[in-house]
């Protein structure tokens, strides 16, 4: 991208109190709103000669907008805007398909496995014992065709046999029980916690060196009946959790031993 020297310097006034960065913040904010940089985001020095400001004034401006979570740059990276974030509410029975979907992007996953095992920390984790049948399905999350998460989920074969047939590339896990099995869970517990992925997960999700992950570990029930156990990485980049709150009402987070990850 060209921009002629000094195009947007008269957007600047150098008579305000306000300082340049802080005016250069407002004004990259609100191009990035407006969706200006869709292909790349313009370097220090083309910066500097579009708004005819000094280097120290672009670099202030530009950490300003990563610390509000619009960019995200890295040593030997070019800046590029951040992607966007999806949310996960606290206390709420979640669908990562259903928030991709929801905010307008593209939900798609590589199925990395679809079948029959046996796994001793999921039979654990399920209750049943070690030989029991289980069905496996492991996928890699995209949210516009970038990965977002790594996701393996186990179900006893006994519920979740038939869906051995269905293509997960673009369907969610519980709305296909409920269609093709005639269950979906009621309840369950996430813990969520900040972790390490093995080698192979970071390559999936394309992991940066200075990106973060977050591990959920979810176990879903029917009445108190396990049905599902999940292990779930998500770049912290592209994935956060949040909470609605107010005087009116309960805001509860409890805090509980992390289990040593047995993915």
């Given at each position: 991208m060209t921009t002629a020297e000094g195009a947007r310097s008269g957007?600047?006034?150098?008579?305000s109190s306000q300082p340049l960065w802080a005016q250069l913040v407002?004004?990259?904010d609100?191009?990035?709103?407006?969706?200006?940089?869709?292909?790349?985001?313009?370097g220090e020095h083309e910066l500097c000669r579009e708004y005819d400001v000094s280097r120290h004034t672009v670099r202030e401006a530009l950490r300003r907008l990563r610390e509000r979570g619009l960019l995200d740059s890295g040593r030997g990276r070019p800046?590029?805007?951040?992607?966007?974030?999806?949310?996960?509410?606290?206390?709420?029975?979640?669908?990562?398909f259903r928030e991709v979907e929801s905010r307008g992007l593209v939900q798609r996953s590589h199925v990395l496995a679809l079948a029959e095992v046996t796994d001793a920390a999921a039979a654990d984790r399920l209750g049943v014992?070690?030989?029991?049948?289980?069905?496996?399905?492991?996928r890699l999350r995209l949210a516009d065709d970038e990965p977002l998460a790594v996701d393996r989920a186990w179900l006893p074969m006994s519920i979740a046999g038939p869906l051995l047939g269905v293509d997960f590339t673009h369907a969610a896990?519980?709305?296909?029980?409920?269609?093709?099995?005639?269950?979906?869970?009621?309840?369950?517990?996430?813990l969520l916690t900040a972790g390490v992925p093995?080698?192979?997960?970071?390559a999936l999700l394309q992991l940066p060196d200075d990106v973060g992950t977050l591990r959920i570990e979810r176990t879903a029930d029917i009445d108190g009946q396990p049905l599902e156990w999940r292990v779930t990485w998500l770049r912290g980049d592209r994935f956060a959790v949040s909470a609605d709150?107010?005087?009116?009402?309960?805001?509860?987070?409890?805090l509980a031993a992390a289990n040593p990850p047995r993915t």
């Open positions: 957007l600047l006034d150098r008579r407002d004004d990259l609100r191009r990035l709103h407006r969706n200006e940089f869709t292909d790349e985001f313009p800046t590029r805007v951040r992607q966007h974030l999806i949310e996960q509410p606290l206390g709420a029975l979640y669908s990562l014992v070690e030989s029991t049948p289980l069905l496996h399905l492991a896990l519980y709305d296909q029980l409920e269609l093709i099995c005639g269950v979906r869970p009621t309840g369950g517990r996430e093995d080698d192979g997960d970071r709150w107010s005087r009116y009402s309960e805001y509860r987070m409890d």
